[in-house]
């Protein structure tokens, strides 16, 4: 007989599982496409879905806290930390008066959370620009508030608003009132 040839009396091929196998193509393309429109969304939301600082921030009250003297912020970009209703927070003088800060004659200070609103990770002060555009890709001409574990970059004098890395949201500021040459803190800053 015939060694290479089909036997007249074999079964029919399976078109049910022709027709399956000939589908199978189709999953990769299609999560290759689901994939990319994620990129995509990700892409856009990252670089285009931040959202701003409240120019008219509303805060929750809690108990007043001192925080430190004026004296303490000598010159721009001097820094103080505290914990505020169990938020560590950053204290800093700015060179123009911002929303939800104080200010007494050519002294400005402003107030932010140091928890990234990306993650949750620690927000520092890095007081030199060269060194935000190196390592977190943000060239200004300003100090920022960056966060190391996501790259993420916020600025002090946009109100805490998130300018690179993953973060979308700003960070919550917390108010700040003067009595006399000392500063406190009363409230924090409700989500918008």
Known sequence: MNAGRPSSKEAPADEGRRRFVSWLWRIPVLAALGGGAWAGWRFYSVHYGR??????????????????????????????????????????????????GVSAGDVHLVAFSRICTHQGCPVELSRDPEAVAFAFNYRSDQPALVCHCHLSVFSPSRGGAAVSGPAREPLPRVRLELDGRRVFATGVERAA
Do not use: K, S
């Open 51 to 100: 959202l701003p600082a409240n120019p008219f921030p509303e805060f929750t009250d809690f108990e007043e806290q001192e925080v430190a003297g004026i004296d303490e912020f000598p010159d721009a970009w001097a820094a103080r930390e505290f914990t505020y209703a169990h938020l560590p927070v950053l204290a800093l003088r700015v060179p123009e008066p911002l929303p939800g």
